[in-house]
């Protein structure tokens, strides 16, 4: 929707908006964009924008941003012109959607507070067991170790060596070299991760991953900046069943559920029988 010149100008504006956090100035509320009577600010569009985002990364989430905008407020616009008064007082429907919300969240505060405790591990495996089909993998999961560490990382003949090994000693031995010379470390051997995770470390995704990790079990792959070791232990592949601590919590949210409606009953008879006692309930 921006046109080239804008996009120009939205540049230099990020540029500027960047330039303000380093040197301590406050951030205008120069005009931007102007629909009718309702201004976008540049201190707007600022606000807005993300920590942590290159310039740009800054340029692209802000013509995104102000492009939400000028359809949202052309729509409002139509709305405020094409509505009739009582179409347009939505005081009640936005009061009733607060209680609903609040309700809810309260309700799922308590729930995981009084039942998640109490499912145990014989009922995750109970109904694993009996469901065990709807737990088939989506994509390869794997066991292992991953390691980044800069190109001039020393002693790297004894982190080949280190990563590689099944001894508990060389894994202490690894976390310790780790400790002091990785950029990223993980020993994932108690806990499985989709490969997907890894991939997006590495400069490259290791491509077909189900055919990789079938035939290697050991990668390493390199960038202008870091090496990259990834050492696979264990490991299962798309559409087989996935083992029960993966999917552990996904289960407990579904046990979770089914409890849902028994508790919220009990949840509000309580609450009656409490308010009547404490006669928080007039009758008229």
């Avoid at 692209?60 to 949202?72: K, T």
């Avoid at 794997?142 to 990382?153: D, E, L």
């Avoid at 280190?162 to 976390?175: A, F, H, N, P």
């Avoid at 491509?207 to 050991?218: A, C, G, L, Q, V």
């Amino acid at each position: 929707m921006i046109g080239k010149y804008a996009f120009a100008g939205l540049v230099a504006m990020v540029m500027w908006l960047t330039a303000c956090t380093h040197s301590g100035d406050s951030i205008s509320d120069e005009p931007l964009v102007r629909i009718n009577e309702t201004i976008l600010t540049k201190g707007m569009v600022y606000q807005a924008i993300p920590d942590g985002l290159s310039k740009e990364d800054s340029v692209i989430f802000a013509q995104d941003y102000i492009n939400r905008w000028i359809r949202s407020e052309l729509m409002i616009s139509k709305a405020d012109l094409n509505l009739t008064p009582e179409e347009k007082n939505v005081d009640q429907l936005l009061e009733e959607y607060r209680r609903s919300l609040l309700i809810h969240q309260y309700q799922q505060k308590l729930l995981e507070q009084k039942y998640s405790p109490l499912i145990t591990g014989s009922e995750i495996k109970e109904y694993y067991t009996e469901m065990v089909d709807n737990f088939k993998l989506s994509r390869p999961i794997i066991k292992g170790v991953f390691v980044i560490v800069p190109q001039s990382a020393p002693n790297i003949n004894v982190l080949k060596e280190l990563y590689r090994s099944d001894d508990s000693e060389d894994l202490i031995k690894l976390e310790a070299y780790c400790f002091q010379n990785a950029k990223k470390y993980e020993v994932f051997l108690d806990h499985w991760l989709v490969i997907d995770d890894i991939n997006k470390w590495l400069p490259e995704p290791i491509d077909r991953p189900e055919r990789f990790i079938k035939n290697n079990t050991y990668y390493h792959t390199t960038d202008s900046l870091y090496q990259y070791y990834l050492s696979i232990k264990e490991y299962k592949l798309s559409n087989e069943v996935a083992p029960v601590e993966f999917v552990e919590s996904k289960i407990k949210a579904i046990l979770l559920n089914k409890k849902r409606l028994e508790f919220i009953k009990q949840l509000e008879t309580d609450l009656y029988d409490e308010a009547l006692k404490n006669k928080s309930i007039t009758f008229y």
